[in-house]
């Protein structure tokens, strides 16, 4: 067995952990790696989600040998044997423990700001991780839950290898592996794609389930709900779950004779699909439109994420920048929704994606209902701008100062109803706090309006 991704192994491993039928979990993920697992099991447990951040205590002399952990609220974990062999003094311990508490408040500030740590307290968490090798940091981490006041402890990690799995089942209440080979190597080598995870998109996946679940994450020193005013980076308002059955599959499109992987979901009720088109070698597992994506869905609109290149045309970077070739893949891709599901279409495209979006919808027989442009180089669409009937909605980090110069260009070429947003102080990839929240809900705003009865029935 192996993984496609991280999505793909937290939405499987998401599907084990919900046969457990646990009560008022929440769920904690394990820095960098094991959050956007994580995240998929939060969303299908419907449970909030925060880290849980372990630091190894590693003897000076022999740095890979731990002789204990910390986490956060002060908790220390010490291996009394380990202590004793390596004669470790009272000021060693001391010395070793300020560098990684140092370092472990420091992550931890980066991925919640000003937000308090999540209360354990009665609580039963289940601890994610991408996988296990050794073993070390996993049992840590149940310590620390335990430490903290957890009640029930679960780990659940895609894969790890079966003595690891058998010591953990002494330190976890419950151990959740979904493949235990017997010939291990490392986690990577059980993943298609292993790339490093970022701690901008660690907090973006925080910052969207947060929203998701409402905010109602317990503060660990306050007891009351985070999220509220004095939220810092959290105090934007949450949307709503939808009301009703959501479907979502994958599904692929055969284009060109090759096969193009995608991620469908549609509320019920949905007044329209919104296709996004990823840009500068991006894929549908991008985490910034994923979490765009999802604050979509729970506004009731469908959504469609979609591979624009395989992996194989990617790794020509001349590929990437084809907007022909890009915006007639995202022609045919509509195409192929439009047989399969009679709503209207909207674009979203980013980076280089919003230049095909922006050609695919100048098309003559094009009927986008709404597009919009996020990060984008719309000048890359050309002539084309002046042909682009749809409403577009232009949003750009006002500290990103070259893509606003051409986007402000760009719309003075455009004749279509226009508007050009600026996030104030957010960078091209909207990684300050609340960026990329703001474009979701400038987007959400955009689109909704434009899928209207009243705007369809004036535009005919």
């Known amino acids: 067995m192996r993984f496609a991704d991280r999505t793909t192994a937290g939405i ?27 995240y998929q099991v939060a969303r299908v447990l419907d449970a909030p989600l925060d880290v849980i951040a372990v630091r190894k205590l590693g003897v000076p002399s022999r740095p890979e040998l731990g002789f204990g952990a910390i986490g956060e609220g002060g908790v220390r974990i010490l291996n009394d044997d380990v202590v004793r062999a390596a ?29 308090p740590p999540t209360a354990l307290t009665g609580r039963t968490v289940v601890i994610v991780d991408d996988g296990i090798a050794t073993g070390s940091t996993a049992a840590a981490a149940c310590e620390v839950a ?5 009640a029930r402890v679960v780990l659940a990690v895609p894969v790890a290898p079966p003595g690891a799995v058998a010591e953990l089942s002494g330190e976890a ?40 679940s ?28 939808v009301a009703g059955p959501v479907v979502e599959r994958e599904v692929e499109m055969t284009i060109d004779g090759r096969g193009l992987p995608g991620n469908l979901t549609l509320p019920d009720g949905a007044p329209g699909v919104v296709v996004f088109a990823h840009g500068s070698g991006s894929s549908r597992h991008s985490p910034r439109n994923r979490s765009v994506a999802a604050r979509l869905n729970r506004a009731g609109l469908g959504t469609l994420l979609f591979d624009l290149l395989t992996p194989e045309e990617e790794r020509d970077r001349a590929n990437v920048f ?63 701008l002046a042909d682009v009937r749809a409403p ?20 003075e070429r455009m004749h279509c109803e226009q508007r050009l947003d600026v996030v104030p102080g957010a960078t091209h990839l909207f990684e300050e706090p609340g960026a990329l929240e703001a474009v979701a809900d400038l987007a959400r705003e955009w689109l909704t309006e434009h899928l209207s009865p009243s705007a369809q029935r004036a535009r005919h």
């Open 173 to 212: 209440d419950e151990v959740v592996c979904l493949y235990s080979p017997d010939y291990f190597g490392s986690v990577g080598q059980w993943y298609t794609d292993f790339s490093q995870t970022t701690d901008a998109e660690v907090v973006e996946l925080l910052h969207d389930r947060l929203a998701t």
């Open 392 to 411: 577009t909605l232009l949003i750009v980090g006002g500290a990103d100062t070259q893509v606003l110069d051409l986007n402000r260009l760009a719309a």
């Open 12 to 38: 499987q491993l998401a599907g084990e952990v919900a046969r457990l039928d646990l009560d008022d979990p929440l769920v904690l993920g394990l820095p960098r790696g094991g959050i956007p697992v994580a």
């Open 146 to 150: 335990r430490a903290r006041g957890a």
């Open 87 to 115: 004669r470790l003094g009272p000021r060693e311990r001391a010395a070793v423990e300020l560098t990684e508490r140092n370092a472990l408040e420091g992550r931890l500030r980066a991925y919640r700001a000003d937000r």
């Open 322 to 384: 084809d907007i022909p070739l890009l915006a007639r893949r995202l022609t045919l891709v509509t195409a192929w929704l439009g047989a399969e599901h009679a709503l209207p279409v909207c674009y979203f495209g980013a980076s280089t994606g919003a230049a095909a979006a922006l050609l695919s919808a100048a098309e003559p027989h094009a009927d986008i209902k709404a597009v919009v442009c996020r990060g984008g180089r719309p000048d890359l669409a050309g002539d084309a």
């Open 214 to 241: 409402g905010g109602a994450t317990r503060s660990a020193t306050e007891g009351t709900e985070a999220g509220g005013p004095g939220g810092g980076a959290d105090d934007a308002q949450p949307v709503g779950p």
